[in-house]
């Protein structure tokens, strides 16, 4: 068994398209990690967060050409620094990869 550094969180990120297999490689990761005794956290962007939740939806329903393209990306943008400063932040501070 590797011995893991106690402390601090990691931040691990799995970027792809749709279909790609990255849910796949989560749950393996995560499982991996967890056999190792890490506290693990798996979560999506945007998403994540209650208030990102509530801004995903308004991005994946609805008809795609009520924003263009600058509102979608600071909808985003909103979605992460919520999804960062209520989850991931503090997980990372408690010692969760």
Do not use: C, Y
Not at 40 to 56: C, D, K, M, N
């Amino acid at each position: 068994m590797t011995q893991i550094e106690a402390g601090r969180g990691k931040f691990i990120t799995l970027e792809g398209g749709e279909g790609a297999g990255k849910t796949t490689q989560i749950s393996r990761l995560k499982d991996w990690l967890e056999t190792r005794n890490i506290n693990v956290l798996t979560t999506r962007e945007p998403g994540g967060s209650e208030g990102a939740e509530q801004i995903r939806e308004l991005l994946v329903n609805g008809d795609i050409a009520r924003w263009d393209a600058m509102t979608e990306a600071l909808l985003n943008f909103a979605a992460r620094r919520d999804h960062v400063e209520k989850v991931i932040k503090p997980a990372l501070a408690a010692g969760t990869w």
